[in-house]
């Protein structure tokens, strides 16, 4: 009696990823098979697919141009609004070092400046922004509200974020000689950061953004 293997249709559709990884391992790779593997190589994803593929990790970069790029298309995929808050400049402070900080609800940040020590408010703490606080009259928010991963001080009306508010950075060009403040808040996006960033703070999972030098 002879039996003929009939197709299931609940049978999970054949991945060819994993196909390759027995002959892979027995050293029987064809040209087909390297095609597969090269175009699983990290740099040629989409920058949509690395969104989805490591979206509770910490990207780092090694310039800020391209951290701030990911950063911007993190923040429109959340799909809340993106507010733009310029630096505020004492008198004397130079118009072209003024800068903006883009933020929105469900963002992720990292904070630049020591607050509070003892509560895990430190340089490198990660938090998620849960709310931006209503406009002034210069267009820039009194306060933004964040849900930090570590933090361990006194909650704040039994909420589970907390208040930060804008601080005042110090600024010096050594040329002119001229001094001023700026005001803003203290922290920065932290879906990807640069590795000089990173490196006040520790972390489980982090993809990397590699450069390459030309000589």
């Not at 509770?56 to 701030?68: I, K, P, R, S, V």
């Not at 507010?83 to 609800?105: Q, W, Y």
């Not at 490198?124 to 009259?137: K, M, Q, R, S, Y």
Request: with cysteine; net charge positive; hydrophobic share 40%.
């Amino acid at each position: 009696m002879r039996f003929s293997r009939r197709a299931n249709e609940t049978e999970k559709p054949e991945n060819p990823f994993r196909e390759l990884l027995s002959p892979f391992r027995e050293g029987r790779v064809t040209k087909r098979d390297e095609e597969m593997l090269n175009s699983r190589q990290l740099r040629k994803l989409s920058m949509e697919k690395k969104i989805l593929f490591f979206n509770d990790a910490n990207y780092l970069f090694g310039e800020n141009a391209a951290a701030e790029e990911y950063n911007m298309l993190r923040l429109k995929h959340l799909g809340t609004p993106v507010f733009e808050i310029r630096d505020k400049l004492t008198r004397g402070g130079p118009a072209d070092t003024e800068k903006s900080l883009s933020l929105a609800v469900k963002g992720r940040v990292m904070l630049i400046k020591n607050i509070f020590v003892e509560a895990a408010l430190y340089n490198g703490a990660l938090g998620t922004v849960t709310e931006i606080g209503p406009l002034g009259e210069d267009g820039r928010p009194s306060v933004v509200f964040i849900k930090f991963d570590k933090y361990l001080g006194p909650r704040y009306l039994l909420r589970d974020d907390i208040p930060i508010l804008m601080c005042p950075f110090a600024q010096y060009d050594s040329i002119s000689g001229r001094s001023w403040t700026k005001f803003n808040f203290p922290f920065i996006n932290a879906f990807g950061v640069t590795v000089h960033k990173s490196q006040v703070r520790s972390t489980q999972t982090i993809p990397f953004h590699p450069i390459i030098f030309m000589f």
